[in-house]
């Protein structure tokens, strides 16, 4: 048999299936104590908490979709560059003199 290799894949799918059913979660459980104890600034927390979660499930699902992760890019994706020396803005740069064709 010949050894096969298997490459680590992204679990930014998984991170988002757990980001939604947190969201979830933590607004079924603010509806809850809103049915148990009706106010109208407890109203407006559970619309706001609802709100930001929505916010931060569209986040967290652009952030899959780009790189494949809830949270950055992977460390594979990102380029590193090297530090560029400044240049002196004294002498502009000139392009090569070139002689004129059909001139000896």
Known sequence: MSPQTREAQPSGGDGLLFSIAA??????SFEAVFLAYPSWWLLV???LSAILATCGIVFVLLRTIDGDTRIGLPQSRVKETAPVAPRSSAQPIRPAARAAAGHH
């Open 23 to 28: 969201s979830v979660v933590a607004i079924v």
């Open 45 to 47: 927390l559970v619309l």
